[in-house]
């Protein structure tokens, strides 16, 4: 009999969580596992990766009242939802992904495990990140992180994503034991950017109706608030007015895109500044660029970022979340201080006037991405873990 593996994530917005539940559910049916993957609705502008599942071959059902905002009604009917499917499929594993996912999930796989004690689920929760910084208010997030160390007691294993992560959930906000987390980096199919060479490169800049002389500065990712879009403004302002002439790329949508427009123009950046929405012509978007910026408040592992360095760009990044746990040493980025808008101007300045230093910094930052975060090693982590648990 095939083991019966639960997925639930909050939604199937455009991210690392998204593709890796995606993904997971996809190989580990191959590998003899029974899944079943639930999401949630998508926030206006997110961007919906929902489009993946046929292609995927997932057997996945929406619940249209699990959404990411705070909202008791809604909330309520997605525990019921969530409670009445564990019932109907009578999962070995449930595993979350996400805060939301995770909280109402695994409250109700405890209620099922105790009135169902012949067949208890094991409990899995993934954290890519974490919601205990920089996303709410200190009352919610006091709330959140009390919720995390209730239900951590009762999940059986503790997932992060990277260590700076695990280590950060231990010891700043007691979540879990040491005993109860396994770190288990994300897996991605880098094959495509893999394959970015000088020709395809040329193409890209050509397809984006970009000048072959100009440098191009990218970034890629929600526009919320947590991402800092403003410091990458700030760092295209300081950098607009030299001798070289850069193009600013910034891809993705969400809930800011006007006012950062707005910013764009009052800096007078609008003929320089590009905002393209979503794409998913990804090895296009990282062809064309020449550094790629992270300006982020928070991170969990930049999905971003990896995929740049995949694609061969040299990056700039915060020095935040699991930014460190990707590049790993400054032969394949450069990392710099949070909110240092002199210090990030400085940094994608020194990479555009030295070819050979971004040439040979996206060779290594390559080579290390695609040996680290292949999608194969994910599933084969995330099917021994499953196996172990049992």
Do not use: C
Not at 347 to 375: P, W
Request: proline content about 4%.
């Amino acid at each position: 009999m095939p083991v019966r593996v639960l997925r639930v994530i909050t939604r199937l917005n455009i991210g690392g969580p998204a593709i890796q539940a995606i993904h997971l559910s996809r190989s580990l049916s191959a590998e003899g596992f029974d899944t079943r993957l639930l999401y949630g609705r998508v926030g206006a502008a997110e961007g919906d990766m929902s489009y993946l599942l046929p292609d995927r071959g997932v057997t996945a059902s929406r619940i249209d009242a699990l959404q990411r905002p705070i909202a008791l009604w809604s909330d309520a009917r997605a525990l019921l939802a969530i409670s009445r499917a564990i019932a109907a499929f009578r999962p070995h594993v449930i595993h979350t992904h996400m805060a939301k996912a995770g909280l109402l999930t695994r409250t109700a796989a405890v209620l099922y495990n105790a009135t169902h004690r012949s067949h208890r689920a094991r409990i899995v929760h993934t954290y890519h990140g974490h919601v205990l910084e920089g996303y709410f208010s200190g009352p919610t997030t006091r709330l959140f992180v009390a919720l995390e160390r209730l239900l951590s007691g009762a999940t059986d294993r503790l997932v992060a994503v990277s260590p700076i992560i695990r280590d950060d959930l231990l010891n700043r906000y007691r979540i879990g034991t040491p005993e109860t987390f396994t770190v288990v980096p994300i897996g991605l199919d880098l094959s495509a950017l893999a394959a970015v060479d000088d020709q395809a490169r040329a193409r890209a800049k050509r397809d984006l109706d970009i000048p072959p002389e100009s440098a191009v500065v990218t970034t890629v990712g929600r526009l919320t608030a947590i991402k800092n879009h403003g410091l990458f403004l700030e760092m295209a302002a300081r950098l607009a007015g030299g001798k070289k002439a850069i193009v600013f790329l910034i891809v993705g949508d969400g809930e800011l895109r006007s006012a950062l427009e707005r910013e764009a123009t009052v800096r007078g950046l609008a003929d320089r500044v590009r905002f393209l929405g979503w794409r998913r012509d990804l090895p296009t978007i990282y062809g064309a660029t020449d550094v790629f910026a992270i300006t982020s408040h928070n991170e969990g592992t930049p999905v971003a970022l990896i995929e740049a360095m995949a694609a061969g760009v040299a990056g700039v990044a915060t020095d935040v979340g699991g930014v460190r746990d990707v590049i790993v040493d400054d032969s394949m980025g450069v990392v710099v201080a949070p909110q240092d808008a002199g210090a990030l101007a400085s940094a994608v300045e020194r990479l555009i006037a030295d070819a050979d230093r971004r040439t040979s910094m996206g060779a290594a930052a390559r080579r290390s991405v695609v040996a680290r975060f292949a999608f194969d090693r994910l599933s084969a982590d995330i099917a021994r873990l499953y196996r172990e648990i049992l």
